[in-house]
């Protein structure tokens, strides 16, 4: 504890020194700019309202920002100078404010290399309206945005200011308050709201009612006596507590309460790689959550190493827009855990596992990054099926073509079968007219023998003589 206590205070008095040194440096041309949210709105007497301010440090990296801030203490008074959460690493002196002299004097410092955004948010802060008119929150001209160098460069270029209007609170009914849902302008998780209102003397009951109707009425029935009102597991989105007092028979004015309740976390989101990075050396991981009520108010991320089991790193939890870079340089298999939080507190937690195998092949549950282009498993299947495709078309072409080649064979064979065929058949009758011919003459030939034999006779046998 006391190690962290020194180191605190070495901090604090290192950025107390970089701070004040840096008011004699000379201004020049920066780029950096404090905004307040909301520039405008309109407010009861007695209610209260958040005004933010917010950082673009123009792509620098800034080490230390000063805001001072005017407003009228006749109008509005200073109930917090900063709650929830901030992108201000440390505070160099605790947020402070004076109700007396209308002013609120916030000193931040961030650690490491500084911060780089286009909306940091650095505080909120919470107005109670305690008179009617115009009205403004403003900044001074002694706040500052330090980047740079060892002492610190001023690179503040625009400020702007918040006007608001205070209107007189109309008659209404008892003065209406909540312990469980004091802020009217904030959502709540908290599901089971509990009132309490200023007690009417000489009150015979009170009468109340909630719904979702802004102006919304009780009905003329006495509901309780007492000035506490309670209930349970009331649906979540925005609804309105109506209370009216009777008194010597007279029903008086209506009072209302906003509340606000979600108690769902945002919707699920699934954080990626950018499809076009284009630079090696990191991959950019994207997100893009959504709350159905109360909306995303900001963001959290963290990184885990997985790359030796045994010594999984853990980073803590930092705030951060709805993408961030990640380091390519080192290899190994990465966790990114990612928290989106709603206006009411819940979160919904994703995450992304990364493997690192150069600087320029990262793969993904969703894909692969090569070079700084991503691509999606689902844009690698469709290349792969073209490919499949154009390859089947192509055998396709070839096999078709086959049987039309073998087609003009066979018919090629077979008319050199037919004219063999009609060579031998002509050989064969040429073969049957010869056996023809051969016969006649052999019958010729016989006819001839017994003609000659008739014609000739042998000589007689001269045994008489």
Same mark, same amino acid.
């Not at 020049?28 to 520039?39: D, R, V």
């Not at 802004?214 to 009905?219: H, K, M, T, V």
């Not at 509901?223 to 506490?228: A, V």
């Not at 190994?332 to 092949?361: C, H, W």
């Given at each position: 504890?006391?190690?962290?206590?020194?180191?605190?205070?070495? #901090?604090?008095?290192?950025?107390?020194? +970089? !701070?004040?040194?840096?008011?004699?440096?000379?201004?020049? *041309?920066?780029?950096?700019?404090?905004?307040?949210?909301?520039?405008?709105?309109? !407010?009861?007497?007695?209610?209260? !309202?958040?005004?933010?301010?917010?950082?673009?440090?123009?792509?620098?990296?800034?080490?230390?920002? $000063?805001?001072?801030?005017?407003?009228?203490?006749?109008?509005?008074?200073?109930?917090?100078?900063?709650?929830?959460?901030?992108?201000? $690493?440390?505070?160099?002196?605790?947020?402070?404010?004076?109700?007396?002299?209308?002013?609120? &004097?916030?000193?931040? $410092? @961030?650690?490491?290399?500084?911060?780089? &955004?286009?909306?940091?948010?650095?505080?909120?802060?919470?107005?109670?309206?305690?008179?009617?008119?115009?009205?403004?929150?403003?900044? +001074? %001209?002694?706040?500052?945005? +330090? *980047?740079?160098?060892?002492?610190?460069?001023?690179?503040?270029?625009?400020?702007?200011?918040?006007? /608001?209007?205070?209107?007189?609170?109309?008659?209404?009914?008892?003065?209406?308050?909540?312990?469980?849902?004091?802020?009217?302008?904030?959502?709540?998780?908290?599901?089971?709201?509990? !009132?309490?209102?200023?007690?009417?003397?000489?009150?015979? $009951?009170?009468? /109340?009612?909630?719904?979702?109707?802004? /102006?919304?009425?009780?009905?003329?029935?006495?509901?309780?006596?007492?000035?506490?009102?309670?209930?349970?597991?009331?649906?979540?989105?925005?609804?309105?507590?109506?209370?009216?007092?009777?008194?010597?028979?007279?029903?008086?004015?209506?009072?209302?309460?906003?509340?606000?309740?979600?108690? &769902?976390?945002?919707?699920?989101?699934?954080?990626? #790689?950018?499809?076009?990075?284009?630079?090696?050396?990191?991959?950019?991981?994207?997100?893009?959550?959504?709350?159905?009520?109360?909306?995303?108010?900001?963001?959290?991320?963290?990184?885990?190493?997985?790359?030796?089991?045994?010594?999984?790193?853990?980073?803590?939890?930092?705030?951060? %827009?709805?993408?961030?870079?990640?380091? &390519?340089?080192?290899?190994?298999?990465?966790?990114?855990?990612?928290?989106?939080? %709603?206006?009411?507190?819940? @979160?919904?937690?994703?995450? #992304?596992?990364?493997?690192?195998?150069?600087?320029?092949?990262?793969?993904?549950?969703?894909?692969?990054?090569?070079?700084?282009?991503?691509?999606?498993?689902?844009?690698?299947?469709?290349? #792969?099926?073209?490919?499949?495709?154009?390859?089947? /078309?192509?055998?396709?072409?070839?096999?078709?073509?086959?049987?039309?080649?073998?087609?003009?064979?066979?018919?090629?064979?077979?008319?050199?079968?037919?004219?063999?065929?009609?060579?031998?058949?002509?050989?064969?009758?040429?073969?049957?007219?010869?056996?023809?011919?051969?016969?006649?003459?052999?019958?010729?030939?016989?006819?001839?023998?017994?003609?000659?034999?008739?014609?000739?006779?042998?000589?007689? %046998?001269?045994?008489?003589?």
């Amino acid at each position: 504890m006391l190690k962290n206590n020194k180191k605190t205070i070495w #901090l604090g008095s290192g950025l107390a020194l +970089l !701070f004040s040194a840096s008011l004699a440096l000379p201004v020049f *041309a920066g780029n950096a700019s404090l905004s307040i949210f909301p520039q405008t709105g309109t !407010f009861t007497e007695g209610s209260t !309202f958040d005004v933010s301010v917010f950082l673009n440090t123009g792509g620098n990296d800034v080490n230390v920002v $000063g805001v001072d801030l005017k407003f009228d203490p006749k109008k509005l008074r200073v109930v917090t100078p900063a709650k929830g959460v901030s992108a201000v $690493g440390e505070w160099i002196f605790p947020p402070s404010f004076s109700n007396q002299e209308g002013t609120i &004097t916030l000193q931040g $410092g @961030f650690l490491g290399k500084g911060i780089n &955004t286009s909306q940091g948010l650095i505080a909120v802060m919470v107005f109670r309206a305690i008179s009617s008119g115009e009205t403004a929150v403003s900044f +001074l %001209d002694s706040s500052q945005v +330090l *980047a740079g160098s060892e002492k610190g460069t001023d690179i503040l270029n625009s400020v702007n200011k918040g006007t /608001y209007n205070i209107i007189p609170s109309p008659p209404m009914g008892p003065r209406l308050f909540s312990e469980t849902h004091p802020d009217q302008n904030k959502w709540y998780r908290n599901p089971n709201p509990t !009132f309490s209102f200023d007690k009417v003397e000489g009150a015979e $009951g009170y009468s /109340y009612k909630l719904d979702d109707d802004s /102006y919304g009425e009780p009905n003329n029935t006495i509901d309780t006596e007492s000035t506490l009102i309670s209930f349970e597991e009331i649906r979540e989105g925005i609804q309105y507590l109506h209370l009216k007092a009777k008194k010597e028979g007279v029903w008086g004015g209506t009072s209302h309460f906003k509340i606000m309740i979600d108690k &769902t976390p945002p919707l699920e989101f699934k954080p990626h #790689l950018e499809v076009f990075g284009l630079s090696s050396g990191h991959v950019i991981v994207c997100f893009h959550p959504e709350d159905s009520l109360s909306g995303v108010e900001y963001y959290q991320a963290r990184i885990t190493d997985y790359t030796d089991p045994e010594n999984v790193i853990w980073t803590g939890w930092m705030y951060t %827009d709805t993408q961030f870079k990640l380091n &390519t340089e080192k290899k190994g298999t990465y966790k990114v855990f990612i928290r989106a939080f %709603d206006k009411a507190g819940n @979160f919904r937690e994703e995450e #992304l596992q990364i493997k690192i195998l150069s600087p320029n092949l990262v793969v993904v549950s969703g894909g692969v990054q090569i070079r700084g282009l991503f691509l999606s498993w689902w844009l690698i299947g469709l290349f #792969l099926g073209i490919i499949f495709l154009g390859a089947g /078309y192509l055998i396709f072409k070839i096999i078709k073509k086959k049987p039309a080649f073998l087609r003009v064979n066979l018919e090629k064979e077979i008319k050199e079968a037919e004219k063999e065929i009609e060579d031998v058949r002509k050989a064969k009758e040429k073969l049957t007219r010869i056996r023809l011919l051969e016969e006649r003459g052999r019958k010729e030939f016989g006819r001839l023998k017994g003609k000659l034999s008739k014609i000739i006779k042998p000589p007689e %046998d001269k045994k008489d003589e």
